[in-house]
């Protein structure tokens, strides 16, 4: 299995940009989760999928994040427009039995804002 | 979902056992025991997870004691590739989230 896969690998970008992350799951799973690393916080749950719904996304910080997920197999993290604030490392995982179940994740997006 | 308390940082050698410890003193009954690692610049890697019996698999094992309030993940043979950032996770079975915390960096020395 080719496991969680997330593109693009590095991203940098000015203030104001538009950034656009990307997240392939695992094949069968029918959950995807975005997290957010930075050295201050920690590892954070931005969002939630179920069966392609948004279940939670409590943890979405601003107006300006949103995510989509229009099929099984792809899901779109959205920062319009982009702060250096946001400059951290994003995650995509899955897993194949709901929020309880064990999750993989992928290799992140290290996203740097200018 | 329960906190849990682990050493900042241990070393071991190589070929050696690596034990890490971990309290959960507050875990309820219904939560389970997870381990994740974080190798430098990649995405968290699951290891292993227990409820109430010790489990073994191909990458660990994971002790967890009678009273649930304490666990210990063990790699019975570490290695250079080891070398890792170490996170015990309570969690319930509804639960959405996984608290990371700020886990254990275990440095595996030649």
């Known amino acids: 299995d080719a496991g969680v896969i997330q593109s693009p690998r590095h991203e940098v970008t000015e203030r104001g940009q538009e950034v656009t992350l990307r997240c392939k799951p695992i094949?069968?799973?029918?959950?995807l989760f975005w997290y957010r690393q930075t050295m201050m916080r920690g590892l954070e749950l931005l969002i939630y999928f179920n069966n392609n719904v948004p279940i939670d996304d409590s943890g979405m910080p601003e107006d300006r994040f949103s995510a989509k997920m229009p099929n099984a197999s792809f899901s779109t993290l959205k920062i319009q427009p982009s702060e250096p604030r946001d400059s951290a490392v994003y995650f995509c995982?899955?897993?194949?039995?709901?929020?309880?179940?064990?999750?993989?994740f992928g290799p992140g997006t290290r996203l740097t804002v200018l | 979902d329960a906190k849990t308390t682990q050493p900042p940082s241990m070393d071991c050698a190589e070929g050696r056992a690596a034990n890490l410890p971990c309290n959960h003193s507050?875990?309820?009954?219904?939560?389970?025991v997870y381990w994740y690692r974080q190798i430098h610049s990649q995405g968290p890697q699951y290891i292993i997870h227990?409820?109430?019996n010790n489990e073994t698999n191909e990458m660990a094992s994971l002790i967890i004691t009678e009273d649930r309030k304490s666990s210990t993940l063990i790699l019975p043979h570490a290695t250079l590739r080891d070398t890792a950032v170490y996170y015990c996770?309570?969690?319930?079975?509804?639960?959405?989230?996984?608290?990371f915390g700020t886990g254990t960096r275990l440095t595996v020395i030649p």
């Open positions: 227990g409820l109430k």
């Open positions: 094949s069968g799973h029918n959950s």
């Open positions: 996770i309570v969690r319930g079975t509804g639960a959405n989230n996984l608290f």
């Open positions: 507050t875990i309820s009954g219904n939560e389970y």
């Open positions: 995982a899955s897993s194949s039995g709901g929020a309880g179940d064990t999750q993989y």
